[in-house]
């Protein structure tokens, strides 16, 4: 294995700096002017066209097409796997170092390409500026780790030895896979997902989520410049309802990676659990599938810490993370006061408005059903709990998604408020009297994503970091932001597979593992 200088995650851009905020602008200049092309399916290569058309626009500005991408079919899904086996046959025979080192060039076009992406991601989603930029970085990130994680994966694993045998352990790919990735981050998480297996040597179907397609097509286009071979992805935009439960069943699928939702995750869960005719493996699933996250304030706390947190945790990118703090679980003797903290930094820090603009902290939500939805659950809050704030839409943004921050303080324990996932810009925050009734509350979901503990008491420390039912926990900090390398990212109970991207052993769900023994005469 040549040597690599140790990971370090990517330094972000400053936006406050003259010279970069100019340049961001004429990358927003020059992506408005590619606005509205059309997209092709591509299938080993080869580009096609399905006659049919998955609109992508801006949520801020539904009127303006981002783009079109044709939408594929289920015989298109069937020439795509098709694809990946023929290329499986010399991707899996590729060494690691040649593999990686797609991954570790992706790496490098992304950094100088960076504000044109972020761009995209400004448009097709209306991020703020630093979560667009943030995003990218992080897709360096994951290109960056798992390029090492598939070089160390590749070396020689101690065992114990008998006298008369040599011995060996080599991990290998597994196949043809389905990779479905979601639309909230679709330039990092789909590279994360994508890349991983391909690093390992399988080959994957690749189907973008349909909000989200044009950035899904540029990364994919990215991944072909970057040396990744003919059908070794293949780049299948579609509807779930149509295309969906084929790239999970088909038997010639060796396993599916899928971020998104609790209730099309446990489908895919179930249904990839039915070995098919002709099926000669069980399959594998990572999946991912969001959160109820909590922030505990316990009275022995830093208010103005947990304050900030709260605030940086609900409101980034619209709530729209599956890491976002949805509820706030207070100790009554510092609970007024944490409310009109949360208040008051909320008016002052939130801007709503478009990411275009560059001057927005709370853009769009992703698209109309998003919006009805998160606009529903603030009416039975309104029921729920007490409203202490809701902020405004400036004039002149009335078509677009815009759903400014709401925050209900008093909120009862079992409220469908407290308990459900939101995903969108909505907090409640709920009183308790003890640290053991907070970490109860906090327990007492089916998601198990992430969460924060605000103390200064060590011994509550201690007792969270043992007793708290989330895969991600963070101790005087906020509970989003979790950085590759640093803090592997996945959940459990009904979150997911606690398959933790950025992580030591993320790898090893598109691997198998061969022991080897030979006698020695």
């Known amino acids: 294995m040549s040597m690599r200088a140790p990971f370090t995650t990517e330094p972000s851009i400053d936006f406050s700096q003259p010279a970069n905020r100019t340049a961001m602008l004429a990358a927003l200049k020059d992506v408005e002017s590619q606005l509205g092309q059309r997209y092709p399916i591509v299938i080993g290569g080869e580009r096609r066209e399905s006659g049919q058309w998955i609109r992508s626009v801006n949520p801020g500005k539904p009127d303006q097409l981002v783009g079109e991408v044709a939408k594929a079919s289920a015989s298109d899904i069937e020439d795509a796997i098709a694809a990946g086996e023929a290329a499986f046959a010399s991707w899996r025979k590729m060494s690691a170092e040649g593999r990686a080192s797609v991954l570790f060039r992706m790496a490098g076009l992304l950094r100088q390409r960076k504000l044109t992406l972020s761009a995209w991601l400004v448009y097709e989603l209306d991020k703020a500026w630093d979560e667009a930029e943030g995003e990218v970085a992080e897709a360096i990130d994951f290109l960056e780790w798992y390029g090492r994680q598939a070089l160390k994966l590749d ?116 249904r990839a659990a039915k070995v098919q005719p002709g099926q000669r493996w069980l399959k594998r699933v990572t999946a991912e599938l969001g959160g109820k996250d909590a922030i505990i304030v316990d009275k022995s706390a830093d208010v103005a810490a947990a304050v900030e947190g709260i605030v940086t945790s609900a409101w980034g990118f619209q709530g729209q993370k599956c890491s976002a703090c949805s509820r706030v679980l207070v100790h009554a003797d510092v609970y007024d006061e944490v409310v009109a903290g949360v208040v008051e930094r909320t008016r002052a820090l939130v801007t709503v408005g478009p990411g275009v603009s560059g001057e927005a902290t709370v853009g769009a939500v992703v698209d109309a059903n998003q919006y009805e939805s998160i606009r529903n659950y603030i009416e039975i809050g309104s029921s729920e709990g007490r409203l202490v704030y809701q902020g405004e839409i400036p004039a002149g943004l009335e078509g677009g998604y815009y759903i400014p921050p709401t925050i209900y303080a008093d909120v009862p324990r079992t409220a469908r408020i407290a308990c459900e996932e939101i995903f969108g810009p909505v907090l409640a925050i709920v009183k308790v009297e003890s640290f053991d009734e907070a970490l109860d509350v906090f327990n007492d979901s089916e998601y198990g994503l992430t969460g924060s503990v605000y103390a200064n008491d060590r011994a509550l420390l201690e007792r969270a970091r043992d007793e708290a039912e989330v895969g991600n926990l963070y101790f005087n900090r906020k509970c989003t932001g979790a950085m590759v390398g640093i803090h592997p990212f996945a959940g459990i109970k009904l979150s997911g597979t606690n398959s933790k991207a950025g992580g030591p052993d993320y790898l090893h769900n598109y691997v198998y593992a061969k022991a080897i023994g030979e006698r020695v005469q």
């Open 155 to 270: 070396q020689p694993v101690e065992l114990a030895h008998l006298p008369n045998e040599i011995t060996d352990y080599r991990y290998l790919p597994l196949g043809v896979g389905s990779v479905i990735p979601p639309w909230n981050f679709p330039c990092a998480i789909l590279t994360g997902m994508t890349m991983a297996p391909v690093a390992v040597g399988n080959t994957v179907i690749l189907k973008p989520a349909s909000n989200t397609p044009v950035i899904g097509y540029k990364m994919f286009e990215i991944m072909e410049e970057a040396g990744a071979p003919a059908g070794v992805i293949n780049f299948v935009p579609g509807d779930g309802g149509e295309i969906g439960d084929l790239m999970v069943e088909h038997a010639k699928i060796r396993f599916i990676a899928f971020t998104g939702s609790k209730p099309v995750g446990v489908r895919i869960f179930e």
